[in-house]
């Protein structure tokens, strides 16, 4: 297993880390992600262990706390060779107190999460979403408290937008307060506008991203192609996948592209898709799922090699996308902004 520093931080974190969505499957939504329960969890805990896969990721909203719950029941006795993020923001209730990142909000959350997990510290919480009601400097203000307090480690964000981030770091450094050292964002082959502000705002700012969605919700498993498309009863149909609906012929040419590299590589589909990711720059670690053993042990294999740069290139072609504007813009002019490397 490889490690990376996480931004600014001085956390080394895995290149591949372990997503736990699919750990319960308490809630109607949920469940098309999947309904891993204890026994299986503990299996696939203990597997990612043995393959040098540290960081555990989960959030309280993942079926209700549920997911919190098997995955401290799964880490029991190993809690000291384990990372654990997890996150707040999202809805966890129907009071009005009970979603966003206000300080009762997180303090409460934060006090929730601990006792699911079974632990007295998480590595690395994250605000989930920008919560637009609520003041950043409090925010950022209960955070540094729960940092200093030693229940946190490190914080991160998800799902932010360049200005959520940039404004959030900018009060962090006028208070001398703990900063985002990560953001959890949506990223992959079919998804690339990461990359648009996001990406160049994570080098200038030493800003670690881990990924999440890799495989866009399993389009780009190596399940569906053009001869095969997705059935009724896939996760995409049932409401498992998130963001806006990709137009098939754009689907399916990346996906015709990654057929052609899985072959020249020995490799699956899957693996070539998250390896690909693991070559962009600011990328820190990916989140990946798995509703079996196998589907685990088959993800792991994207690790201890790469892809050649003329492959690379071939990816980023076929998943090319005309950005909007301002970036359209912007790309006119690379002399003056030159894309990440």
């Known amino acids: 297993m490889e490690y990376r520093q996480l931004g600014a931080s001085g956390l080394k974190v895995p290149v591949l880390s ?3 969505g699919t750990f319960g499957g308490g809630t109607d939504f949920f469940k098309a992600w999947g309904s891993t329960q204890v026994d299986e969890a503990t299996r696939m805990v203990n597997r990612c262990l043995d393959a040098g896969l540290t960081l555990f990721d989960t959030a309280d909203v993942y079926s209700k706390g549920t997911s919190e719950e098997i995955l401290g029941k799964a880490l029991t006795g190993l809690r000291d060779k384990a990372l654990i993020s997890t996150k707040a ?11 966003g990142s206000s300080r009762f909000h997180l303090v409460k959350s934060c006090e929730d999460s601990l006792r699911r997990l079974k632990t007295d510290h998480i590595d690395i919480y994250y605000m989930h979403g920008f919560d637009g009601n ?4 409090e925010t950022l203000s209960a955070l540094n408290h729960l940092v200093q307090s030693g229940k946190v480690r490190y914080i991160g964000c998800s799902n932010f937008s360049g200005w ?5 770091l900018s009060v962090s450094e006028r208070y001398g307060w703990s900063k985002y050292v990560t953001h959890q964002a949506y990223y992959s082959l079919l998804s690339r506008e990461f990359e648009w502000e996001l990406m160049p705002l994570a080098l200038d700012q030493n800003v670690g991203t881990v990924v999440w969605s890799p495989l866009a919700a ?9 001869s095969n498309p997705a059935p009724a009863d896939s996760r995409i149909a049932q409401g498992g996948g998130e963001g806006p609906v990709i137009p098939e012929d754009y689907w399916f040419t990346i996906v015709d592209t ?12 899957a693996q070539v898709a998250l390896n690909w990711l693991l070559q962009r720059p600011t990328v ?3 989140v990946i799922g798995a509703r079996t053993e196998e589907q685990l042990t088959q993800n792991l294999g994207a690790i201890g090699w790469n892809l050649s740069n003329e492959q690379v290139a071939r990816l980023d072609a076929a998943s090319n996308k005309e950005p909007i504007y301002p970036y359209w813009h ?9 894309l990440p490397v």
């Not at 923001?89 to 979603?99: A, E, I, L, R, V």
């Not at 399993?218 to 053009?226: A, D, E, F, S, V």
């Not at 990654?258 to 589909?269: F, I, N, Q, R, S």
């Not at 912007?330 to 030159?338: G, W």
């Open 164 to 168: 959520h981030l940039m404004k959030s």
């Open 258 to 269: 990654l057929d052609e590299l899985a072959a020249e590589t020995g490799k699956t589909v």
């Open 284 to 286: 820190s670690s990916i």
């Open 134 to 137: 609520t003041p950043v400097e």
């Open 330 to 338: 912007q790309r006119k002019n690379p002399d003056l902004n030159p």
């Open 218 to 226: 399993g389009r780009l498993g190596g399940k569906y192609r053009r």
């Open 89 to 99: 923001t999202f809805k966890m209730g129907d009071g009005p107190n009970d979603f």
């Open 18 to 20: 372990f997503g736990t």
